[in-house]
């Protein structure tokens, strides 16, 4: 009737989830980090792990299979099941889950918030240093390396680990929910985990790569003795045309992150035309944007229960992501470093180490650095400037890394439409094509690495 | 198995940072035409006219209509009393 007997039968690994979530929600209530998803997220943990609440969220496997820890399954394919079958079989987590998340829905939501809260003034008014947000991608792709390299992570799995370095919640979500659904929950931790901590990680790396000398770069100084040519006239024009002209470049050169940059940037839209769509500017910066955050966090807290978290890999990701945070921070440095090298016009490493989405955190973080070594050295401008351009480059690499495993299997599926022999069914993301796939082709024998 | 997934993550990395390259390089370029062609093309941005001051409100209102009204407020209130804000209805 009560849950004691099973708590007690599980070795006290429900035990290390409670204290897991406690741990969180101290972190979130007490130390206020990223208070706003780490609560939902710590909370969806505790109700996710007592036996017997159904509340925890099941991870279905390649054919849509879902099989409880004893063994029993609950389900033969969940993606051929409705939504309130879903819900009445699975419970109401589940049926969250599986609507707002799983579907991909929920992220790019949040990224239209994230883009009605987002002025790209600094960055227009700044554009050459818009170039350091890229090189501060470089985490993404080279924690994916070491992943793979290590054994524990199938290429996949690896991409998903990458891009917490990123710096950016609903991207590394939504990139997750598309390469390896099962490990959304440690991502989405060590995500949000490590966004709180850029006030620790930040300072750490640029105290073990930058010199006094150059974190004393006076930016101000240096644009009087170099000034730049362009001063806007009408920054209001500009301003809305920029997210359509930026939308359409995108989507026709990385249709993948549309769904991420396409909201972002209608959500700056809404922002920018100003009192005639202040309304709905009203609705998706509060009503939407809070709606959203309430069930991701609750949903992605949900899917870590003691099967789904307690193992290596787990630990695996926690350690990655670090490493993808750091390497991040790194790249944007040294970027500025060999920027300066060949330029008169110095540039304040700082910049480079906020080339990470981490908006605004990661720009107050090196204003306050630079106003400690130099009171009147005020960089935060410029760090807008990468910062913002870091949520646009981190975007696009998650389109990149979903590109190449999504759009491979939509081609092959329309070669299968096509009557094209492929001889073995692709691997991955069985769940959008069950039906067709299951009529018209074999099953592979191969090993999918999980 | 491993040694292609290193290929892939390599050829990844190629690609991914070339593309986030190309992209962010494209928006800068597009932000400089943006700002060349608004600066040629559209007028100058007029800086809106700041909201009036409820002292200056005050002073706006006709000298003689202010002190009647400082005049009774002070006789109802006994000297206590007076106009911090008057608005016409």
Known sequence: ?450 | MITNDIFGALQLLIVGMVTVFLVLLIVIYLGKLLIWAVNKWAHEETVAKKSVPVAKAIESIDANTKAIIDAAISQLTGGKGRASKITKL
């Open chain 1, 1 to 450: 009737m009560t849950a004691f007997s099973d708590i007690i039968a599980s070795n006290g690994t429900y035990l290390i989830m409670y204290l897991l979530a406690f741990v969180l929600l101290y972190l979130g209530i007490v130390k206020h980090f990223e208070p706003l998803l780490l609560i939902p997220i710590a909370f969806g943990v505790l109700i996710a792990n007592f036996p017997g609440g159904d509340m925890g969220v099941y991870q279905a496997d390649e054919a849509g299979r879902i099989v409880d820890a004893s063994g029993k399954v609950l389900a033969e394919n969940i993606w051929e099941m409705s939504l309130p079958q879903i819900a009445h079989d699975l419970g109401l987590m589940n049926f969250l889950y599986y609507m707002l998340i799983k579907t991909g829905f929920l992220p790019p939501v949040i990224f239209m918030g994230v883009g009605a809260l987002t002025d790209f003034g600094p960055m227009l008014r700044n554009l050459r240093l818009s170039i350091f947000g890229a090189a501060a991608q470089m985490g993404i792709f080279a924690v994916l390396i070491i992943a793979v390299a290590s054994g524990q992570f199938n290429i996949k799995e690896a991409a998903s680990l990458g891009i917490i370095g990123g710096a950016d919640g609903p991207t590394a979500i939504f990139t997750t929910i598309k390469l390896a659904p099962h490990l959304l929950a440690p991502i989405a931790i060590a995500a949000y985990s490590y966004m709180a901590l850029v006030p620790v990680i930040i300072p750490l790396v640029v105290k073990m790569l930058c010199s006094e000398k150059e974190l004393k770069i006076n930016m101000k100084e240096q644009d009087k003795l170099y000034p730049s040519g362009q001063k806007m006239k009408n920054e209001k024009i500009i301003k809305i045309i920029f997210p359509i002209a930026v939308t359409t470049i995108v989507a026709l050169l990385v249709p993948s992150a549309v769904s991420l940059i396409g909201m972002l940037m209608f959500g700056n839209l809404l922002k920018e035309i100003g009192s005639d769509t202040s309304r709905l500017f009203d609705t998706i910066s509060n009503s939407i944007m809070n709606t959203a955050t309430v069930f991701l966090g609750l949903c992605v807290g949900a899917t870590m229960t003691v099967q789904a978290f307690l193992n290596w890999t787990t630990i695996g990701i926690v350690v990655g992501g670090f490493f993808a945070f750091g390497l991040s921070i790194a790249s944007g440095i040294i970027m500025v470093k060999i920027t300066n090298l060949f330029s008169k016009k110095k540039i304040n490493p700082l910049i480079g180490a906020t080339g990470l989405s981490a908006v605004p955190m990661a720009s107050r973080v090196c204003n306050e650095i630079s106003t400690k070594y130099d009171p009147k050295n005020h960089v935060l401008n410029y760090c807008m400037s990468s910062n913002v351009s870091g949520v646009i480059g981190s975007a696009v690499a998650a389109g990149v890394l979903i590109y190449r495993y999504v759009l491979k299997i939509s081609f092959q599926l329309f070669l299968v439409d096509f009557g094209v022999d492929l001889g073995a069914r692709p691997q991955g993301h069985s769940e959008l094509w069950p039906k067709r796939l299951s009529q018209k082709m074999p099953k592979s024998n191969k090993n999918n690495g999980r």
